[in-house]
């Protein structure tokens, strides 16, 4: 069954955000409806709806372009993501966390430590299964709060494509291990109806994940420049004489 407009903006919408679409690529029509399996029209739709939400920028030049996301722009949106989880955190211990949601959380964290247990060196494999178990800990405290402004709010602000395979690679398994024991440390804090210390655990939590991942993106160029210089150095003199301009 072909992707209605609605999935396909979604799905181009996850692509970006994962990574798969890089910032700056040219998004062509042509090439996406084929891609997909669709006519153009659903895929300009679906490019529009993601240019609203600020995935894509329109050049009347060139067409769709997936925008550029600067360090600042991460950070920022981490800085609101941890006032906002934070306020969910606090209005859930408050008001009592749904069943439901505790046990997914608990779920979470137990499957979080089994893969922490039992794997080797990590892979990415493992870094995306410690994403989706991340995601819904995240996702059981959001769910259990009823404020009609806190979800559409939060998915604004998680439109900022902060996570891409070489930087997500950075997280060592001691920090992944650590961020789960942060989870189990907010868990109990709602549990045991402490408002204020859970939303400060959030907060803390979420502010140090966001400096690792700028830190890495920071760094990222610098690496870069000195592996490439590595490489030429182990190349012979002639070579590197025949690639010079």
């Not at 009592?96 to 892979?123: F, H, N, S, T, Y």
């Not at 989870?183 to 204020?196: A, P, S």
């Amino acid at each position: 069954m072909k992707p209605t407009s609605q999935e396909l903006t979604a799905r181009i919408r996850d692509m970006i955000l994962s990574g798969e679409f890089s910032s700056g690529q040219h998004l062509r029509e042509a090439a996406l409806a084929d891609q997909f399996s669709v006519s153009r029209t659903p895929v300009r739709a679906a490019l529009a709806a993601n240019e609203k939400d600020g995935l894509v920028e329109y050049n009347p030049n060139r067409g769709y372009i997936v925008r550029a996301f600067h360090v600042r722009d991460i950070a920022e949106a981490y800085e609101m993501r941890a006032l906002l989880e934070g306020m969910a955190c606090r209005a859930t211990a408050e008001r009592g966390m749904k069943l439901d949601a505790e046990r997914a959380a608990r779920r979470a964290i137990d499957l979080v430590e089994k893969l922490m247990r039992d794997q080797g060196p990590l892979d990415n494999a493992a870094r995306e299964q410690w994403r989706e178990h991340n995601r819904v800990f995240h996702r059981s405290i959001i769910d259990s709060v009823e404020n009609r402004f806190l979800q559409p709010m939060l998915q604004m602000v998680q439109q900022i494509p902060s996570v891409y395979p070489p930087i997500f690679a950075s997280y060592t398994a001691g920090e992944l291990a650590r961020y789960n024991e942060e989870h189990k440390r907010i868990l109990e804090c709602i549990l045991d109806r402490q408002g204020t210390r859970a939303e400060f655990l959030m907060r803390e939590h979420i502010l140090s994940a966001g400096e690792t991942l700028c830190a890495s993106i920071r760094r990222a160029p610098r690496e870069e420049e000195l592996r490439g210089a590595a490489a030429q150095d182990t190349e012979p003199a002639s070579e590197r004489a025949d690639a010079a301009p």
